[in-house]
């Protein structure tokens, strides 16, 4: 889509948050509903990214707006549903499936996801099952339920932001600690990275899964602004 805008201003609505606008017009989303964010901060930074749009627009390079606009057209439409398939990546978390060798692999899971599963077990009184190899493992319904209510307590902005990072990392215990300022983007990354990093260790980096992988760290990198900005004001 061509640029079709000179000017990009944000504006105060009602009182209770901002919208971008775009010549004077504001910003809608796919299914053409008002972008109205709740801080300006948040705000401030979206309107930045369709500054920088060149003569045509590049949906890739608006990850904040892409956000936002999850929230209002997916979270807002179906909360339920939406959330449904969050929790639904506790139930198979990457953090709980245990290499059995090598030693040194075994080792770096460890250091790397116990902390992390401990946490969650301290901060949302949920504790997961850890298990070797891939074979499914039955977590306990009370823990999941305990996660469900973490997710439910969580406003839309926060929990399309979530599901960003969640999607990214496969693992809903490495997007709430990133979500709750446990762990930052560069740490979520290279827990949720672990296994891959070990094996290019081993034989080396392909570069068709490496650009994959910087894919993947960059949505975490937007899911982490998103949150620092959406929490600013």
Known sequence: MKRFYEDVAIAAVDQVGFEVHLDARPVRTPLRQPLRLPGKALASAIAQEWVDQAE?????????TRIAATAVDRVNGDRAGYTDQIAAYAETDLVCYRAPVPSGLVVMQSRSWQPLLEWCREAYGAELKVTEGIAPVDQDRESLDRIRE???????????ALSVATAASGSLVIGLALSRGRIDAVAAYEASQLDESYQNTLWGVDEEAQSRRDILRADLEAAETFLTLLRAN
Do not use: G, N, Y
Not at 56 to 64: K, R
Not at 153 to 158: K, S, V
């Open 56 to 64: 045509e627009i590049d949906v890739d390079t608006m990850p904040l």
């Open 150 to 160: 973490a997710l439910d307590a969580q406003d839309a902005f926060e929990l399309a």
